[in-house]
């Protein structure tokens, strides 16, 4: 957030807001804001005024401005169009022309598509934007500042205050610090509808648009005729043209790159924000002698989308920007300067060539004017929804590294999510924070105690400890019964505190969760074939009936049990509609009903009475690499093969020491990649 002219009134993210008496706020009022009323008794003392143009997203903005404020206030609030010298004004500057604002704002300049004003004075307040999103922002701003949070996407994560007198002042120009702002974001088959909300309310919506998914595939299968016509265009993989997976082109051939230009200005229509033209994905780059003599695959990506920028700029008026990634076989830092019109987004996952995260940033960096960040916020094959596994959740993660990423220059970021916001819901509700204002990170302990005060009351307490340890916790190794014993007694001590229905339905969300990462553990744990198929079918039923939460994302689920071996029918699929309905013979993999306050109440109760807490009382020790045989010393018996971690499965990097006697130099692996 970039303070750019005026004093602020209060922390959009931390603990402050102003719902108050008149002596009170005035104690807290910054120099230079006026204090307004906004309700008083029940009664609204202003009202919500739009320009006589404004468009449908400004007027749908100040239907919620409306609708928030009466539920706070039990004060209907009129909505008038004015001129925005009164009343409470919403909308764009070039909805209030009599305001005289036009000088503050320049939505030209993509990174400042977002600013907004947020000004109370004599006679109103200004929620005025650079643009209808930014209006949007204003609104939502407004209303933190009066209490209200979204901070998960369902309706039972919404927080109303009750106040009847209402004032606020504040005097604050607003501007993001990333200016797309798409970490975290829905996955296929998530609810985009409560998404889309959730980013609104939150500011995650972005007035520029970056494209920047995998486009290849798409050019040819746009253009299949003239690939089948002249398949030189395609890469020589294996001395076979289209070879391989057959979705890498041969970007020395000047006539592919025309085509990959012409399908480009096909697509980029004038006032575009952008395009993609990052590879597809995987490997099987061409390995033809005029290839290879353009440099490296970065080099060639980097060719191929500088030339598209050029004549699409040339075009459309320097307006149109285009994407890609420094990702998997282009991830290292190219030999050539990248246009000044393509944006790269620099994966943290998938990363080739030997160099680090933090290298990657400073080499790209030497060679293009405009960065961003692609992110992992979650994957669900790498983390089943489970706590303290994805980074999305990782608290001090996201505190460390967004706002080191923007030291280093990154304006942009998308991320890879999942709907997993009972593992990683305040890391990202914190992203959210952190995107629009890095400096958010100096107050993330202040942002947390909001949370948990505001989303558990009374009930605060032991549910800041249950984030603690699912959301800040990483370091500590816990087996998974001490982590069980944890959460279900934050749980049972958090119910005993609270006779709040809003904020029992939330403790009631995290039981359901609590219980899933049970029986996940259980899964994990079956011993028999017979036992995991049991096993699984409780864990994905259990997910199944509790996917209005968005705690599991149930289909992903599906998908991964049936990856893992499990044989889930296929009317188990979240996609088919065919479900059981209460009272109803039900499928054994799926039913619809709702859990009962009952049957919470005892996984929780089941839960604190089973588990017990376990401290580790060692000190880790660090070992040599120069190894020894144990054969002969420690007469090892023989024993079936081994297989790395659970399911014989594991990603990432990793180094590893075995023993290979001399007269048996080889040691045989099978390796399944996927």
């Not at 109370?120 to 609104?139: N, P, R």
């Not at 920047?212 to 398949?231: C, D, K, Q, W």
């Not at 924000?273 to 099987?284: L, T, V």
């Amino acid at each position: 957030m970039k303070q750019l002219t005026f004093s602020v009134a209060v922390l959009w993210l931390g603990a402050a807001f102003t719902v108050a008496a008149t002596v009170q706020a005035a104690a807290e009022e910054p120099a230079g804001s006026v204090e307004l009323a906004l309700a008083a008794d029940g009664t609204a003392q202003q009202s919500i005024v739009l320009g006589p143009n404004a468009d449908q997203r400004t007027r749908d903005a100040a239907d919620d401005l409306a609708d928030v404020l009466e539920r706070i206030s039990g004060a209907a609030f009129e909505i008038i169009e004015g001129n925005g010298a009164t009343g409470i004004a919403v909308g764009a500057y070039r909805d209030f022309p009599d305001l005289d604002l036009g000088a503050r704002f320049d939505p030209d300049d993509i990174s400042r598509r977002d600013e907004y004003l947020l000004r109370t004075h004599e006679d109103g307040a200004h929620l005025v934007g650079a643009t209808e999103l930014a209006a949007q922002h204003a609104v939502w701003d407004f209303l933190h500042r009066l209490g209200h949070r979204q901070f998960f996407p369902t309706k039972t994560w919404e927080v109303i205050p009750h106040e009847p007198d209402l004032r606020i002042a504040v005097d604050v120009f607003e501007r993001p610090d990333f200016y797309n702002r798409m970490g975290p974001r829905s996955a296929p088959w998530s609810d985009n509808e409560r998404w889309s909300r959730w980013h609104d309310r939150n500011r995650m919506t972005s007035a520029f648009t970056l494209r920047t998914g995998h486009s290849y595939n798409g050019i040819i299968r746009r253009n299949e005729s003239a690939f089948e016509e002249r398949p030189e265009y395609l890469a020589l993989v294996d001395g076979e043209r289209g070879g391989g997976r057959g979705d890498k082109f041969c970007i020395s051939n000047e006539g592919l790159r025309e085509l990959v230009v012409e399908d480009a200005l096909a697509r980029a229509e004038p006032g575009m924000d952008s395009i993609s033209m990052d590879p597809s994905d995987g490997g099987d780059w061409c390995e033809c002698e005029d290839c290879a003599q353009m440099g490296s695959v970065s080099d060639r990506v980097v060719i191929l989308a500088n030339e598209v920028a050029e004549t699409i700029n040339e075009q459309h008026a320097d307006e149109t920007y285009v994407g890609i990634y420094a990702y998997a076989s282009h991830s290292p830092p190219p030999s050539v300067d990248v246009h000044p019109k393509v944006i790269v987004s620099i994966a943290t996952s998938f990363i080739r060539g030997g160099y680090t995260l933090d290298e990657l940033v400073d080499g790209w960096s030497e060679r293009t004017q405009m960065i961003g960040i692609r992110e992992y916020h979650d994957v669900h094959t790498w983390s089943q929804a489970m706590p303290r596994r994805a980074r999305g959740g990782d608290v001090r993660y996201l505190t460390e590294r967004i706002p080191y990423f923007h030291e280093r220059g990154a304006r942009f970021m998308n991320s890879e999510s999942a709907d997993s916001w009972g593992a990683n819901g305040l890391g990202y509700y914190l992203s959210a924070g952190l995107l629009w204002d890095v400096d958010a990170a100096n107050r993330v302990d202040e942002i947390v105690d909001d949370f948990a005060d505001k989303a558990f009351g009374r009930a605060c307490e032991p549910m800041r400890e249950f984030y603690h340890l699912i959301a800040e916790d990483y370091e500590t190794v816990r087996t998974d019964e001490d982590l069980l014993a944890r959460m279900y007694r934050h749980l049972d001590d958090a119910r005993a505190l609270t006779d709040d229905t809003d904020i029992l339905a939330r403790l009631d969300e995290l039981a359901l969760y609590t219980r899933y990462v049970e029986l996940m553990f259980k899964f994990h744990d079956a011993e028999n074939d017979t036992a995991r198929e049991e096993a699984a079918q409780h864990v994905f039923r259990h997910a199944y009936r509790m996917r209005d939460s968005m705690f599991v994302h149930s289909r992903a689920l599906f998908r991964w049990l049936r990856r893992r071996g499990v044989d889930v029918p296929d009317e188990a699929d979240p996609g088919n509609l065919a479900v059981g309905q209460p009272g109803e013979d039900v499928p054994p993999w799926k039913c619809s009903q709702p859990f009962d306050t009952e049957e919470i109440a005892g996984f929780v109760e089941a839960g604190f009475a089973h588990y017990e807490q376990m401290v580790m009382e060692f000190q880790p020790v660090s070992f040599s690499e120069e190894l020894a045989s144990a054969a002969e010393a420690l007469e090892l018996p023989e024993v079936p093969t081994g297989c790395f971690g659970r399911n014989n499965t594991f990603r990432g990097q990793h180094v590893m020491f075995t023993w290979l006697e001399p007269e048996a130099p080889v040691l045989n692996l099978r390796v399944t990649g996927g």
